[in-house]
C-alpha cells in the first residue's frame, strides 16, 4: 500500500488549499472512525484524503477521473472503488457497500458543513462547537447550502446511526486535527 506522505503529495498535486484542507478533514475524521470500530486507520485515513483528487482540476468528471489517477499510481481496487463510492448518486452508480465506503460517504459533506459552522463562530474553533449548534445550522438550508442535508441523513441511515451521533462523532474527529484545519482555538 502507498504510504500517507505519497497521498498526501499526490493530493497537492492536484489541488489548492481549500480541498487539501478538506482532504485533511476527512481523512481525520475517517481515522477517528476506523479507531471506533477497529477498522484499518491507515487505510481508511488515505481514503478519506484523497477521495476528492479529481475535484479541482476535472469538476466534470469527479470520481471517474480520480479512478484513472489511482489505478495509474498503484491504488488498490479496494481503495479506488471506496473513493468512487463516495459520489454515489451524484456523479457515480457505485454504490457503498463496505462499511468504509459507507463511512466515507457519510462523513464527506458532513465535515464540510461542520467546518462552516465552526468559522461562523466567534471562536473560528471546532473546539467549542457543540451538536445543538450543527443541529440548528443543519437545518438551515440556507447556510452551507453546497452541503447536502439528504447525502448526510442516507448515510447515517447506511450505518445504522442517528444523525446525532455522525455530527458528535465528527465533531470528535475534526477536534483531534483542529490545528490542521486551522481550526483550533485561538488566544
Not at 489517477?69 to 498503484?74: A, D, F, Q, T, V
Not at 461542520?114 to 449548534?133: G, H, Y
Not at 447525502?151 to 445504522?160: D, P, R, T
Not at 444523525?163 to 485561538?186: C, N, Q
Amino acid at each position: 500500500m502507498k504510504t500517507r506522505e505519497e497521498a498526501f503529495e499526490l493530493l497537492k498535486t492536484y489541488n489548492g488549499n481549500a480541498l487539501v484542507t478538506h482532504g485533511l478533514a476527512v481523512e481525520g475524521t475517517m481515522r477517528f472512525m476506523a479507531r471506533k470500530i477497529g477498522e484499518d486507520e491507515e487505510m481508511w485515513g488515505i481514503v478519506g484524503l484523497l477521495h476528492d483528487l479529481d475535484y479541482e482540476k476535472f469538476p466534470e468528471l469527479h470520481c471517474q477521473k480520480s479512478a484513472e489517477i489511482l489505478k495509474e499510481e498503484g491504488y488498490s481496487e479496494e481503495l479506488i472503488r471506496a473513493i468512487v463510492s463516495h459520489g454515489w448518486g451524484m456523479c457515480s452508480d457505485v454504490e457503498p457497500l463496505s462499511v468504509m465506503e459507507k463511512t466515507l460517504y457519510a462523513v464527506d459533506e458532513l465535515t464540510g458543513l461542520i467546518t462552516a459552522c465552526a468559522l461562523v463562530r466567534p471562536s473560528k474553533s471546532v473546539m467549542d462547537l457543540e451538536l445543538s449548534s450543527v443541529k440548528k445550522k443543519f437545518k438551515d438550508k440556507a447556510f452551507a447550502a453546497g452541503a447536502s442535508r439528504e447525502v448526510m441523513q442516507k448515510g447515517a441511515q447506511m450505518l445504522n446511526v442517528s444523525i446525532d451521533e455522525l455530527i458528535t462523532d465528527v465533531i470528535l474527529a475534526m477536534r483531534d486535527i483542529a490545528p490542521s484545519l486551522g481550526l483550533e482555538m485561538k488566544n
